[in-house]
């Protein structure tokens, strides 16, 4: 077999047998050959394309295990007002924003996304009054940064059909007054839901595939390959084909439902191909730090920034379920062959589900055998959580990122330096032998995993500080958990994650090799171009 289009420079393959080579071949969207130069030549037809990258690095396409291309796409796509941090730094920007919209909109009602007070100092509390104020007569919701909150006048209130008598969702919670009364905060997805409807009506199969094609080009220019969807909905299932079969979707997705109260999905697990494939589902243990509903045995300092957030001094919150709601879910979903990932930012949440899942498991498949359990974020998970975890077979995907954006929060607004030193412990999880992966989460900060990298790298916070410097990975490990372990967490290690032959030839190419480029450097190497089987899909043509 002669190859379609062989690739000779500095190629990092990720894969043990074989680190690094010279050249591969590619041949009907697959790696058919890596080796020397000499090696791969006889392979070179008289149509084969030859790609030189010179000085240039190529690595397997980058994946982010845990983010939401779906919802990365609905908030850049403008039926979200766009507010987040990374996007509008100050509390002027925000609420100028805000109040534009609201006039822009008129009666069809205003939602923006990415309110984070902590970092956008000077943002006024939110409260149902303040928000009835800015738009007395439409609907206007504003979620927070983290996708944990969600904050919302008295004219959204009744369009939802939400009142005092409204019961909790579960995993969710509608904040109300001591008289009942609904304070205008609705907590976790299940309850912030309730207020978004509006939004999923709104949206057409053009509109959507205009948008998931517009969030397959970004994906690919950050690098990845292959990103998933960790709070998919059925009712996205259409939009999600429709925008396949005019050819919009240039990244491979990995499907995770949020789970339900019916405890079960309309598909099989595994339903879908190598492209698109649903394969999980989410659950949500706890909350966001940045909103006061992490679960964990440490408090909440009192501080002014907790202050302005309502946190009372020494706040513990509690996890989303009890032990036996947790297994109960657990257990319906698991027991019919679905991947389980679970959120658990605090170390409460985390005991939580090392609890029910430790139920779960027993007399069950050995670790290793089930379906690969995840544990999302896991910040402020503890050492002998970890140990704990990797011997049930558990694997967890982190957020380093969270050093850079939020350092100086963590160690001086909500927690103390203590907590941020061992905040995103990534070092601590491989120590226990587990796999894990990094993540950006976004949309809550940008898709950026040679961002991740070097903070995982470096533990650098944006204001300069390092915190944790015990925590820090090598650059090996780090592209690792953005490669070949994230591909094995994704359970698609066999098609993807490393430049091996049999697997898709998705790739990436950097301006210089990672493994040669100072850590504190590596954010600011140049994607020169990306493939997804074999297909360029970002880049100057090669």
Not at 62 to 71: N, P, S, Y
Not at 169 to 175: A, C, D, K, S, V
Not at 280 to 283: A, P
């Given at each position: 077999?002669?190859?379609?289009?062989?690739?000779r420079g500095?190629?990092l393959?990720?894969?043990?047998?074989?680190?690094?080579?010279?050249?591969l071949?590619?041949?009907?969207?697959?790696?058919?050959?890596?080796g020397?130069?000499?090696?791969?030549?006889?392979?070179?037809?008289?149509?084969?394309?030859?790609i030189?990258?010179?000085t240039?690095?190529?690595?397997?396409g980058?994946?982010?295990?845990?983010?939401?291309?779906?919802?990365d796409?609905?908030?850049?796509?403008?039926?979200?007002?766009?507010?987040r941090?990374?996007?509008?730094?100050t509390?002027?920007?925000v609420?100028?924003?805000?109040?534009?919209?609201?006039?822009?909109?008129?009666?069809?009602?205003?939602?923006?996304?990415?309110?984070d007070?902590?970092?956008?100092?000077?943002?006024p509390?939110?409260?149902?009054?303040?928000?009835?104020?800015l738009?007395?007569?439409?609907?206007?919701?504003?979620?927070?940064?983290?996708?944990?909150?969600?904050y919302?006048?008295?004219?959204?209130?009744?369009?939802?059909?939400?009142?005092r008598?409204?019961?909790d969702?579960?995993?969710?919670?509608?904040?109300r007054h001591?008289?009942?009364?609904?304070?205008?905060?609705a907590?976790?997805?299940?309850?912030?839901?309730?207020?978004?409807?509006?939004?999923?009506?709104?949206i057409?199969?053009?509109?959507?595939?205009?948008?998931?094609?517009?969030?397959?080009a970004?994906?690919n220019?950050?690098?990845?390959?292959t990103?998933?969807e960790?709070a998919f909905?059925?009712?996205?299932r259409?939009l999600?084909?429709?925008?396949?079969?005019?050819g919009?979707?240039?990244?491979r997705?990995?499907?995770?439902?949020?789970?339900?109260?019916?405890?079960?999905?309309?598909?099989?697990?595994?339903?879908?191909d190598?492209?698109?494939?649903?394969i999980?589902?989410?659950?949500w243990?706890?909350?966001?730090?940045w909103?006061?509903?992490?679960a964990?045995?440490?408090?909440?300092?009192?501080?002014?920034?907790?202050?302005?957030?309502?946190?009372?001094?020494?706040?513990r919150?509690?996890?989303?379920?009890?032990?036996?709601?947790?297994?109960?879910?657990?257990?319906a979903?698991?027991?019919a062959g679905?991947?389980?990932?679970?959120?658990?930012?605090g170390?409460?949440?985390?005991?939580?589900?090392?609890?029910a899942w430790?139920a779960?498991?027993?007399?069950q498949?050995?670790?290793?055998?089930?379906p690969?359990?995840r544990?999302?974020?896991?910040?402020?998970m503890?050492?002998?959580?970890?140990?704990?975890a990797?011997?049930?077979?558990?694997?967890?995907?982190?957020?380093?990122?969270?050093?850079?954006?939020?350092?100086?929060?963590?160690a001086?607004?909500?927690f103390?330096?203590?907590?941020?030193a061992r905040?995103s412990?990534?070092?601590?999880?491989?120590?226990?032998?587990?796999?894990?992966?990094?993540?950006?989460?976004?949309?809550?900060?940008p898709?950026?995993?040679?961002?991740?990298?070097?903070?995982?790298?470096?533990?650098?916070s944006?204001?300069?500080?390092?915190?944790?410097?015990?925590?820090?990975?090598?650059?090996?490990?780090?592209l690792?958990?953005?490669?070949?372990d994230?591909?094995?967490?994704?359970?698609?290690?066999?098609?993807i994650?490393?430049?091996?032959?049999?697997?898709?030839?998705?790739?990436t190419i950097?301006?210089?090799n990672?493994?040669?480029?100072?850590?504190?450097?590596?954010?600011?190497?140049?994607i020169?171009?990306?493939?997804?089987?074999?297909?360029q899909?970002?880049?100057?043509p090669?």
């Open positions: 077999m002669k190859a379609e289009t062989i690739i500095n190629l393959t990720m894969d043990p047998a074989t680190p690094q080579v010279e050249a071949a590619i041949s009907n969207g697959r790696i058919i050959a890596v020397t130069s000499t090696e791969i030549t006889p392979l070179q037809g008289p149509k084969t394309h030859l030189n990258t010179g240039s690095c190529v690595i397997p980058l994946i982010e295990a845990h983010g939401h291309f779906l919802g796409a609905t908030v850049q796509a403008g039926a979200l007002v766009d507010i941090p990374a996007i509008t730094p509390a002027a920007e609420l100028a924003k805000i109040r534009q919209a609201i006039i822009d909109n008129g009666l069809t009602g205003t939602y923006c996304n990415g309110w007070a902590l970092i956008q100092k000077g943002l509390e939110p409260t149902r009054p303040w928000l009835d104020d738009a007395p007569h439409t609907p206007l919701v504003i979620l927070h940064n983290s996708g944990h909150s969600a919302f006048n008295t004219t959204a209130m009744c369009q939802a059909g939400l009142s008598d409204t019961p969702p579960p995993g969710g919670r509608l904040l001591p008289n009942g009364d609904l304070t205008g905060v907590l976790e997805p299940s309850a912030i839901a309730l207020l978004t409807a509006p939004l999923r009506t709104a057409t199969p053009e509109s959507a595939t205009a948008a998931l094609a517009a969030q397959s970004r994906v220019a950050q690098g990845v390959t990103m998933s960790m909905t059925p009712t996205s259409p999600l084909a429709h925008a396949r079969k005019t919009a979707i240039t990244t997705l990995r499907l995770y439902e949020v789970s339900n109260p019916t405890l079960t999905s309309d598909v099989a697990p595994n339903t879908g190598d492209l698109i494939r649903q999980g589902v989410k659950i243990a706890d909350g966001s730090p909103t006061g509903n992490l964990a045995t440490f408090p909440y300092l009192d501080t002014p920034a907790t202050q302005s957030l309502g946190i009372p001094p020494g706040h919150d509690t996890p989303n379920y009890t032990h036996q709601e947790l297994l109960d879910l657990s257990r979903y698991f027991t679905w991947q389980l990932a679970c959120h658990a930012n170390d409460e949440a985390a005991e939580l589900v090392l609890s430790s779960m498991l027993k007399n498949l050995p670790p290793g055998r089930h690969r359990l544990m999302e974020h896991v910040s402020a503890r050492p002998e959580q970890f140990t704990r990797h011997a049930l077979g558990i694997t967890c995907s982190l957020f380093p990122d969270h050093i850079y954006y939020w350092g100086e929060v963590i001086n607004d909500l103390g330096p203590e907590i941020a905040w412990p990534v070092a601590t999880a491989l120590q226990t032998g587990m796999r894990v992966s990094l993540h950006n989460d976004s949309p809550v900060t898709l950026a995993p040679l961002h991740n990298i070097s903070v995982a790298a470096t533990r650098l944006r204001a300069g500080n390092h915190y944790g410097p015990s925590e820090r990975l090598s650059v090996t490990q780090a690792k958990a953005q490669t070949i994230a591909a094995w967490q994704l359970q698609a290690e066999d098609i994650g490393s430049l091996t032959p049999g697997k898709y030839a998705d790739l950097l301006s210089a990672p493994l040669e480029t100072p850590p504190e450097e590596i954010a600011a190497l140049k020169e171009a990306t493939f997804l089987s074999g297909h899909v970002h880049g100057q090669l």
